[in-house]
């Protein structure tokens, strides 16, 4: 072997003969082959998928339903308890840390089956009974520590913004709270994004533990249809579909998440 | 072990309300204490094999060679992007009812569900440490290559004695990190009832009311696992530390 050949090996790729695909598309690609190459051996197994369809469909709107709920609740939540961690005072700070620092470190499961045993099934406003269905318990179990995770990222976008920014909003005649609009919360946001958006794809995968406490998420279904169909190429093919679809859920946020790091990188 | 303590703390417990009874009951008692031994072996066995795991994904991926870094690059990308609950259920419910059929029958078949609670967290964090290693191997100067080059090392030889070492120091607090969600992920264990911390409760808190006494117990185990992994990933950062690198 040359012993350039090693040197090079990082430094100058090998010239593009052909315009760069993008690698999302290629997988897309990839994923769409390998179901056709699917359904073409196993047509069989893909009608009885087919009529399944709209049960898993059902099970993947609860999925995103609670990622997207888990996201907003924790986004307020957190965006309070990160404020409350860089406020001075002793008995505000110490509590939003030790929040922080319990909901950051405990496993979500535990935290679901927290909210799922602790929590009643109903409440009584009156004397109407509201039901507190286990979905919206799992809600508030992922709400937890996404809002602990949240709080962190708000707490370093703001920490990072250099203190010469305020000196010189100060200088411009700037008050505190135009500052905070103006020039440091805009830099916020794209500091913010990114971890987000990866905190919203860590979320969505985590709902699959709803399964654990019994809400029929897609998950859950796909357990449900293989224990009432019992057949050995169907249990393959439908956790290959289950697969298949949160990746294409998750995948191109994380792509998009990546560009968007490598595009504020050095701002 | 001396149980003259476990009657007091009971009764003093009890006093503010919470019902720590199971203690007293030898055979939970023992069922809770196996379930935290559980959890400690997963958690031992998974940091060790997925380190072995990240350091050969990470080879490939850096290898400059199509046929090992495509597939590396694929198995890792389709590893953070899908739940590990899933992956989890395909390697128990699809690979390892494949295995049974091809054994025939699952009392031939060697692989338990603890088993793929190790193989599938250490592939897992296989992925991730992978990719804090590629980093680190990125890292690594240009010229400290070249001078391996011109001492004669094979391109093998200077992944294992000159890029490594350095990317292993280089990626070392993403690895601890990886590590410790390793540790929390080993509650997903209790899924394919793999008797785990988590899993023992579970069995425990349906015999009785006691989900918050158990729950204070379970978020305390993995507080104290968490912590010794960081305190030990901390250790070790110390002892790596090389001159002129860090600060």
């Not at chain 2, 720590?20 to 008692?29: I, K, M, Q």
């Not at chain 2, 030990?232 to 790596?240: D, M």
């Amino acid at each position: 072997m040359a012993s350039e050949d090693i040197l090079t090996l990082k430094t100058s790729p090998s010239p593009r003969v052909l315009p760069r695909i993008p690698s999302i598309v290629l997988w897309i690609g990839a994923v769409a082959l390998a179901w056709l190459v699917l359904a073409h051996f196993y047509r069989d197994t893909m009608s009885t998928l087919w009529a399944w369809a709209p049960l898993l469909a059902g099970g993947l709107r609860m999925n995103v339903l609670i990622s997207v709920l888990a996201i907003a609740i924790g986004t307020v939540l957190g965006a309070i308890v990160g404020a409350l961690e860089l406020s001075r005072g002793r008995w505000i700070g110490a509590p939003a840390k030790a929040y922080v620092q319990v909901f950051r470190n405990a496993p979500i499961l535990v935290l679901i089956f927290f909210a799922t045993y602790v929590f009643p099934f109903e409440i009584r406003f009156g004397s109407t009974y509201l039901p507190f269905p286990d979905w919206i318990k799992a809600t508030i179990g992922l709400a937890l520590p996404a809002s602990a995770h949240i709080a962190e990222i708000f707490r370093g976008a703001i920490l990072s913004i250099t203190s010469a920014q305020w000196e010189a909003s100060a200088s411009l005649g700037l008050s505190r709270s135009q500052t905070l609009r103006w020039v440091i919360l805009p830099q916020c946001v794209k500091r913010v994004l990114p971890p987000w958006m990866n905190l919203y794809a860590m979320i969505t995968m985590s709902t699959t533990l709803a399964s654990l406490v019994g809400v029929t998420e897609l998950l859950e279904s796909a357990k449900n249809a293989t224990n009432t169909v019992n057949r050995t190429d169907f249990t393959i093919i439908i956790y290959l579909a289950v697969l298949t679809l949160f990746f294409l859920y998750c995948y191109p946020i994380t792509r998009f998440t990546a560009r968007l790091e490598r595009k504020y990188a050095f701002h | 072990m001396s149980e003259s303590w476990l009657p007091a703390f009971v009764a003093a417990a009890r006093s503010v309300g919470l019902n720590y009874g199971f203690l007293l009951n030898a055979f939970e008692r023992a069922a809770w204490i196996d379930g935290v031994v559980v959890s400690i072996e997963l958690s031992a066995l998974g940091i060790v094999s997925s380190l072995i795991v990240g350091m050969v994904i990470a080879a490939a991926l850096t290898s400059g060679r199509p046929y090992l870094d495509r597939p590396a690059r694929a198995f890792v990308e389709l590893v953070r992007n899908t739940p590990t609950l899933v992956q989890i259920f395909c390697a128990f419910f699809v690979v390892n009812m494949l295995i049974s059929q091809a054994l025939g029958g699952p009392q031939n078949n060697p692989l338990t569900a603890y088993a793929w609670v190790v193989i599938v967290l250490s592939l897992h964090y296989g992925a991730y440490h992978a990719e804090a290693l590629r980093a680190g191997i990125e890292a690594v100067p240009r010229a400290m290559r070249e001078s391996a080059v011109s001492l004669g090392f094979s391109r093998r030889e200077i992944l294992t004695h000159v890029e490594l070492p350095l990317a292993v120091r280089f990626a070392w607090p993403s690895l601890v990190n990886n590590m410790v969600d390793l540790v929390k992920a080993t509650s997903l264990g209790s899924a394919i009832a793999v008797g785990e911390v988590t899993y023992a409760s579970l069995m425990i808190w349906v015999n009785g009311d006691n989900v918050l006494e158990l729950m204070i117990f379970i978020l305390l185990v993995y507080a104290a696992l968490t912590l010794l992994v960081a305190g030990l990933g901390t250790l070790v950062e110390n002892r790596l530390r090389m001159p002129g690198y860090g600060q």
